[in-house]
């Protein structure tokens, strides 16, 4: 029996997934959070086989939650389940550890898929998002996201200022000082060449990293 985690802040969405899993044989739902915070304190309790994890979320995001989850528990196996069809977080959710990428547009068949394929110890990637990944590797640096000259934490952060997150907040998150998420705001902001929070969120939008409805 496969336990699995399912993560994502709309509950619609959530409970829909929770729902279908809860039908195929051979497949537990074990529990569901809106949160990454959620998410990591219920998988330390729960320690699923697979969890399905949101990218974009209020407060912590994918990225730092799968980090974290996968510090505290290595052998978890982490699907990336998201409505964003990009090519930089898929790349920086498999440098953070994760297994498997589908887009909330795929069929429920290509979740299932992605769950059995990972429980055997393979990565799984939807097709959509593997294609993009090798016309980026093709074209280069052409049509890369100004977000790629980031580094994890750097984008981490610049996710959670773009949010509304205040630097309190965010270094708590981090267990690091206020003083230390400003200075990865200037070098976020000095790498992208903007110069305000709202920049950063349009930007964000721009590149399909941040809902539009977000920006405040």
């Known amino acids: 029996m496969t336990s699995i985690l399912v993560v994502d802040d709309h509950d619609l969405v959530r409970m829909g997934i929770v729902r279908m899993l809860d039908d ?17 304190s219920l998988a330390r309790k729960l320690k ?6 949101d990218v974009k979320m209020p407060g912590i995001g994918g990225l730092e939650a799968t980090r974290k989850m996968l510090a505290a528990n290595p052998a978890v196996k982490i699907i990336a389940v998201t409505a964003c069809d990009d090519t930089l977080y898929p790349a ?3 440098q953070a550890g994760a297994v498997g990428y589908v887009t909330k547009g795929t069929g429920f068949g290509d979740i299932t898929t992605a769950i059995d394929t990972v429980v055997r110890g393979r990565q799984y990637m939807s097709s959509v998002i593997a294609q993009q990944l090798a016309l980026r590797n093709v074209a280069g640096d052409r049509d890369s996201s100004p977000f790629e000259r980031l580094s994890q934490r750097e984008l981490e952060t610049a996710m959670m200022i773009a ?22 705001r200037y070098r976020i902001f000095d790498k992208l060449c903007i110069h305000s929070d709202v920049e950063l969120a349009l930007l964000a939008v721009k590149y399909n990293l941040l809902d539009p409805e977000a920006v405040v």
């Open 92 to 94: 920086r959710l498999l």
């Open 24 to 40: 195929v044989p051979g497949y537990h739902v074990a529990g569901d959070a809106k949160s990454g915070e959620e998410a990591i």
């Open 163 to 184: 949010g509304g997150r205040r630097a309190q907040d965010i270094a708590t998150t981090f267990s690091v000082s206020p003083k230390t998420v400003n200075t990865y």
């Open 48 to 53: 699923p086989d697979v969890v399905l994890m």
